[in-house]
């Protein structure tokens, strides 16, 4: 004795955002139940489990044949087959085409023309993400990515709605530029960083160094960095070479932290050490090798030492406000403008990166 | 040559991949009217090809304009083989030949295929041009107007209601021909869509035909249903109300003058079914009493005006044990059904002479359709008056005389008109007509409501009749006048319990009342209403031909009986006294019956209330069984009390009791009271009173006595915010919101081979629709407050072990601080510019919105947050885009937004959503649907014509395709998708009075093989939301309070 069949049609499609939720992180019909049980629906509403589990069933199957929708989802605004309201077709779309931090992470600068099931399982095993998530996340990648690719002409008419929206969800954007550069982001020393903080680094490099980043005019505007602005950089060397230059650097901004951190010891002690490290990654980005170190060359040569001498985050902004603007005393120094546009963007990724 | 049809083929778009190679499609398109085609030039190479055709041009008789469908073919070209079907469009063009409805057809239809279903969609145009034709033997009725809404229009004014009208025709079912070995499933699916189309436009041609005759221009009230016979053949035939309606000046209120003029010239030949009258056997005498009729398929006349008998045991054996069998009569011979056929024999022709010759009488068939009436149409109503007969089937020899079937609803015609005429009533309303099929039996059911009309109406616009009578003249207040009995008090029908009415104090009235149709709007109500179901299984044997159906007529009557039992204690069980819409479908199986009987209970103020339900042992003396009944007992009482305050039924109280009643004997009524048409003498030898006056006694003396107790307090409440319900609306609310979201659910339970007995299955099935119910309480919860309203079942079994519950219903959102009273007036100040909005935006949709509104639930306000900010940063985006219109170069993106979006979540944004609009209007029309004549909210501005749909779907993928619920659950979606596209073409924007008339799923999981046929209909309109129109007395309390549904939305 058992129901055979069981469909419930509505003509405004039903669709319960929590069912939505558990079905696009994976779960089987019959965890997704668990769930939703656990999750105090039931006593709510007076329900049984059955009822529960013909609910899940009924909506399991509804984004099983919507699914197909959601791949192209112009598709989704005008076909006739669901009658969706306007605003839950972009919670769907949003939702279909969302990320979880912990599986972008792990996909951030990898080529993404692999995609094994392997490669999934392995991020899989380690995120926590399921599989069924992992892959779903995976395909929306290589479906955006080949859209955009493939966009000819001017942009506003041909980019899909669900594009726009997406790049400029603040993730498909970082993900780019990361593909772009191909920045290495998979080191052990850098797995304590979160999308979010990649995400955040990307946006500092992308309004500061790139080319439309200074002239809003230009035409053709891209991810790539500034050229011009790199070969600069090499100027900053001098902060390093020059002894002088260094000397007074450092006395410079001793003074100014005298007194105001319980960690002046060791910054003293450290200056030339991290101030070199920071003016080297500046010399070498005109290397595309170290463009994509840009990151392990933070942590190593600014992040670290100052962990292990257990600053503050307080104190790193400390240190690197005034490492930034004693600069501009120097009278020597001449490269102000390159200096500032190079520290900004270090400043601030620093300061996200630094971890208490 | 009266008429020219033209047809532009504009363009698809996304259609399926046809060509592997390329993963493109090369489509052209047939456009194929009676047996003229065109085709369309190739567009090659495309998913969206742009034909944009020529006008294709048919010449064609307006005979064929009603009969054919317009089919659109979408094929692949293949150069060297033949070319693929991609799929087709049917157009149905019936809509463009009345000039008061669309005048052209134009949209996006989905390209349907029965293997694959929808497969992209058509951009069609079509118009008609129709040459004024004076030849007056023509056979086409072009321009009758056809409403499946089973009352008056909303923007119309009835002038006259003719009456009944009926046509059926017959044919072969391509699925049973020859030819059928040797073709695709394919092939023969679409053979079978376009006969059936083909004759569903026959049909109404037909009965468009009949009312031109009559005089009428329309057809309220359209009921078309098909009979699939099997090898025998194919059916469709449908019923309907002739009416001449005139369409209202926008602003002037509807339904407040309808008149009604008998038009009895032409009415008596409304029916070309020949009359057999005195020709056949007549069987009254032994119709009358609850012993079974001496033939085998014999009618099995039910009229439950009266309440059922409440012992059981007593009747049932006296019935079963004096149904003898006589196999001697076929259908075949056309004898075949004991149909109570003496009309105007019987003591109750006193009665009937008082009431000279009212037209209606005059009339081969009183009967109407309708089920809500203007006010002051209806004067008393009697009860229900229904009428099953078991027929054996056999093969139409000669479709073009489908005599054999008008005889047999002949039967049934006359068998309900003289039931109605025992209730001394001259007219049944409500009427409606069924079948069940189960290989070659079938049960022919018919059931209405019998009722007075008000004379007033008759003796207009025919002077020649209905003065004389005046007995039913008096005036009655109409909130309880339709309550009073219509038959004599000394000389009833059946021994009925008569009190004065509880409202007026001036006539009689029942103490419990029957009925089909929907509550009265003018109606006084104590309280809310709720669904009420009596549920049954009887299992038979397995059997062939006359043997299965006599076994078939022989249970009929127990199941009936039991019903009534069911429904009457759980009516007490609710403290009601009245019950309305009911429904009783008896569905036939090979190893058993189902009975499903449903129905909408109230109380109405102007009877009395009823009595509580005594438990009475029949051993007394056993202790341990004597406190079994004591705590059944406290149970029912506490149901009862619980039920009083969940319906908020609280009659004021009446301090004297009745005294002076003229009644004789005021004793309880407690016998099944199958066919009363002449045997008013015969009725007190089977009363069965307890002689007690107002206990309602259930009596335990065995297990199945246990059994139904448990069953009748084993119905779960309703969840608190739900209100249920199977009539248009909920008595007791009056104040709906916007919100309305329309659903079918389908399910089919497996029996397990074990030996069932009949308890077991009753429970089995009880549970099923149970269950059923609180599914949509769950799935509906967003909605709350909120009520199901015209909660259709229709049960089925389709195979051996199988139960198939099929449920169409609407659940409407209503304002819980108003739900208590009428609201007198209701400012309405929205804006006209609104109105246009509200076209635009889906209105469907305002499901969340509107609940959103009344009780601010966290998530449902926060999806709205969401597409906000989503639309926002889309503007955003776009905003950026215009100023700039830059290009985008492989690999890489604007860099100009990134300054504002490169964290990941841009929040807090407060931007102007003005430019949002463009992002918002959906470029699909929202298209609502309703099993409701009315759209809450919304005014009717124009009927669009009848939308009528059949389709089959097929697979040989099931499990591919998700299992027989992933395959129907598609085909379901499909059809409200095709149903939403044919209305949007015809410039619609909603489904009113729509109702799947057919749903008949057919499964092969061994072979991974699955069929399925549906049949949807409606009537297609164009609704506003209701502005400054005057609150009109009829919509007064269905409308008007809904303005701000939306606003949540927008």
Redesign the interface.
Known sequence: MAVELDVFVGNTTIMDEEVYQLWLDGYTVNDAVKVRMEGGVMEECEASADVLLSDTMDQYRTFQMCERLLHSPSKLANQLLFQIPPNRQAMLIERYYAFDDAFVREVLGKKLSKGTKKDLDDIGAKTGVTLKSCRRQFDNFKRVFKVVEELKGPLVENIPPIMRLLLISGIMLPLFFFANHRFETGKRKLQYLTFQDFAFCAGQLISNWTVGAVDNMVEDMDVDLDKEFLQELKELKVLITDKDLLDQHKSLVCTALRGKTKAFNEMEANFKNLSRGLVNIAAKLTNTKDVRDFFIDLVEKFIEPCRSDRWTAADMRLYLTHYNNSAHILDTFKHQAVWDRYMVVIKSCIFKMYHD | MPGKLKVKIVAG??LPVMDRASDLTDAFVEVKFGNTTFKTDVFPKSLNPQWNSEWFKFEVDDEDLQDEPLQVTVLDHDTYSANDAIGKVYIDIDPLLCSEAASVISG?F?IYDTIHG?RG?INVLVKVELFNDLNRFRQSSCGVKFFCTTSIPRCYRAAMVHGFVEELVVNEDPEYQWIDRIRSPRASNEARQRLISLMSGELQRKIGLKVLEMGGNAVVGYLQCFDLEGESGLVVRAIGTACTLDKLSSGSAPNTNTHMHPNTAPASNACNSPSKDGKEPVFGEDLTSSSGPPTPFRALPTTSSSPPPFSPSKPCSRQSSSSDTDLSLTPKTGMGSGGSVGKEAGPLKTLLRQQTQTALEQREFPFFTLTSFPPGFLLHVGGVVSARSVKLLDRIHNPDEPETRDAWWEEIRQEIKSHAKALGCHGVVGYSESTSICEEVCILSASGTAAILNPRYMREGCLDIGITDHRFEEPSPPSCGFCHIPYDELNMPFPAQLTYCYHCRRQKVPDVLFTTINLPQEAAVTGKGCLIQARLCRLKKKAQGEVNATAISNLLPFMEYELHTQLMNKLKLRSMNALFGLHIQISVGENMLLGLASATGVYLTALPAPGGIQIAGKTPGDLSNEHHILTIQKRINDTIAKNKELYQINPPELTEEVVGSPIPEPRQRSRLFRSHSESSDELSELDLSHGKKDAFVLEIDDTDAVEDIHSLLTDAPT?TGFYSCNTEIMPGIYSWTSGV????????????NANLTNQGLNK?FTDLCE?LL????????SMIPCCLCQLNFAVAVPEEE?I?VAVTAVAMTFDKDQAQEKPADKSTTKGGSETEEQLQF?M??C??ASSANTQPSS?ISA??V??GS??D??S???EL??LK???????????????E??????EGRSRSLRSNRS??G???T????TPLSFLPGTRIIKYLGIINMFFIRETTSLREE?G???F???F???V??MV??HVAALGGNAVVSYSMKECM?MENPNKNQAQCLINVSGDAVICVRETDQEPNPSMANIGQTCASGTDG?T
Request: proline share 6%; charged share 20%.
């Open positions: 778009r996304h996006w989905p929808i969609e969840p979201q329309m659903f079918t659910s389908v399910r089919v339970f497996r029996l397990s089995i269950n609180k599914s949509f309480y769950f799935k509906l919860r199988l198939q889906p469907e949709l499901a969340d998530k999806a709205s969401d597409y989503f639309a940063r889309c955003t985006w776009l885009l215009r219109a830059h290009t985008i170069r492989r690999g890489s993106v604007k860099t100009i937004s990134s300054l979006h490169c964290s990941p979540l841009p992002f918002r959906s470029p699909v929202v298209v609502k649907m998700g027989v619920s992933g129907l659950h598609t379901i979606a499909e409200f998708a939403r596209a799923l939305a």
